[in-house]
């Protein structure tokens, strides 16, 4: 059976070779020859035992190839709490021959039996001895009699347990399409609770991975073999919802009534007023949601629905088209259609193939797909879709302008390219926008001052403040129109790695100033450019 080296050093699994080393003559020093010379036989038996297994654990972790063998195989038993100290860790147990005193009190009253007591341990020493080392108890003395106690003794060694579970385990995943190399098992961990074992499995990541890519590729053939099934109906289904002067009801129980809600979400949000009906409360009253002039479009695997069946009538009453997104193409609901689209599925994504997963991701697509060729049909723009989302970062790209986050009027920071650089400075520091424009006689921007370009000024010239405006500035700044969005805003100023731009009239005067953190504040943006405005 293989030793849990790291255990009997006190480390974690994988520990690095520093602390196994440390570990390692800390121990060592403990359990010396020379640390137990004068000490009881066991004491110094058991001490042997425990250097002989240092030395055996040392030789492995110093060889990496022997360490990379033993990393491997030492998952096949349990990992104990990283850290926790060995039963035998610290000072040698001198107390572990004392056992045999217990028996000499019994018989205290006779004086002449203790004397041949004191013979007995001796005989009885050499006896105890053997049991320690292959058990390793935490208590020396229960050793030998550590399985009697134990109210499961009926359960087999756990590496026989291991064994017979990992043969049922790779029984189990060699019937899957895996190679067994991306499936390979890195451990399972065991734990003794209430008298009983308890199993669990720990799965390489690369195991997870391999299952999910199973399962996303079950979806990914529900859905690629809809392409192939789109033709008149689908053509027909559309030109049923484009032409429809009411709403698109959709219907649908279960998970198809969750996808049923979701088409109906995207409908309504890209033009094509939509709304869910609840089969199950149309019998109640909710049947009045439905009126002359709408279409319905049922959601349903099997068509045999009950609720879905029950809502026909109603539906043939008013004279409504029903369009029917069916896994079945016998079923009643897809007989009762007018335009029946197959969204079967041969099988289900989930293992056991029944809970609705590759299902509900075809009528999923399928209803999308009716969505977005609405859109088309509809001619549907970006500016309309703004206006129905105005809220959230949609409506913020969508909506929000330039002219909504500008500083403008006295905020504006302006300064006569013939002033001194003193009047700059302090129109920068009073603004607070770490720049300033420049003006010409006329009143029409000339150029700007950042930070950067004061800096850089500075560095070009000893008598900075001596100079003016037009001796620092940076000519033909970075402008946008006002009406411009605010996304095209943030847009321009990472391409040109700038921090502000500035606005003017159609006279070329100043008239606002952007700064990005305008945008940072309006929720547009989350990093900001390191580089100063130029």
């Known amino acids: 059976m293989i030793k849990d080296y790291y255990y009997l050093l006190g480390l974690p699994r994988g520990a690095p070779l520093s602390d196994i080393k440390q570990a390692y003559r800390k121990l060592a020093a403990q359990y010396h020859p020379d640390k137990v010379a004068g000490m009881s036989p066991e004491v110094q038996q058991e001490a042997t035992a425990r250097m002989m297994e240092l030395n055996e654990a040392i030789a492995i972790f110093t060889d990496p190839d022997q360490r990379a063998v033993y990393d491997e195989n030492v998952e096949l038993i349990p990992e104990r709490k990283p850290g926790a100290p060995p039963p035998w860790a610290g000072k040698p147990r001198a107390e572990a021959p004392r056992p045999a005193p217990p028996p000499p009190p019994k018989p205290a009253s006779e004086a002449p039996a203790a004397a041949p007591k004191v013979e007995t341990p001796p005989p009885a020493r050499p006896a105890a001895a053997p049991p320690p080392p292959p058990p390793r108890p935490s208590p020396p003395p229960a050793a030998p009699t550590a399985s009697e106690p134990t109210p499961a003794p009926a359960t087999p060694p756990r590496g026989m347990l291991a064994e017979e579970y990992v043969r049922k385990l790779r029984g189990t995943l060699k019937k899957l399409p895996l190679n067994w190399k991306d499936a390979e098992l890195r451990g399972w961990s065991w734990a003794l609770e209430g008298g009983g074992w308890r199993r669990s499995i720990v799965v390489a990541h690369r195991h997870m991975e391999t299952l999910s890519l199973l399962s996303f590729r079950g979806l990914q053939s529900a859905v690629q073999a809809l392409v192939d099934r789109v033709g008149p109906p689908f053509a027909q289904a559309v030109g049923i919802l484009a032409g429809c002067e009411g709403r698109v009801v959709l219907t649908g129980m279960g998970k198809s009534g969750l996808v049923a809600r979701k088409i109906a979400a995207t409908m309504a949000s890209t033009g094509t007023p939509a709304l869910y009906l609840d089969p199950a409360e149309a019998a109640h009253g909710g049947i009045g949601m439905l009126a002359r002039g709408d279409a319905v479009m049922a959601v349903s695997s099997s068509g045999e629905t009950k609720e879905l069946l029950d809502l026909l009538p109603a539906i ?28 079967s ?52 790209r969508l909506l929000l302008r330039v002219e909504d986050l500008m500083h403008t009027g006295d905020q504006v920071p302006v300064v006569h390219e013939a002033a001194s650089m003193k009047d700059a400075v302090l129109e920068m520091t009073g603004k607070k926008l770490g720049l300033t424009t420049v003006v010409d006689a006329g009143g029409h921007l000339a150029g700007i001052i950042t930070d950067g370009d004061l800096r850089r000024a500075m560095q070009r010239f000893t008598d900075v403040f001596a100079r003016t405006p037009a001796d620092c500035m940076t000519r033909n700044p970075k402008r946008i129109e006002r009406d411009a969005l605010a996304a095209q805003a943030v847009q321009v100023m990472e391409q040109q790695s700038i921090t502000s731009l500035l606005i003017v009239d159609e006279a070329g005067r100043p008239e606002g100033v952007l700064h990005l953190h305008d945008l940072l504040k309006a929720g547009f943006v989350k990093g900001q450019p390191s580089a100063d405005v130029t």
Do not use: Y
């Open 316 to 343: 043939k009453r008013f004279a409504l088209p029903l369009i029917g997104l069916v896994g079945n193409g016998r079923s009643t609901l897809a007989q009762q259609s007018d335009v029946w689209l197959d969204v």
């Open 345 to 396: 599925v041969s099988e289900e994504a989930c293992s056991l193939n029944l809970a609705p997963t590759a299902s509900t991701t075809a009528a999923l697509a399928m209803g999308d797909a009716l969505a977005i060729a609405l859109l088309e049909e509809r001619g549907f723009q970006a500016e309309e879709f703004a206006l129905l989302h105005p809220a959230g970062a949609l409506g913020r």
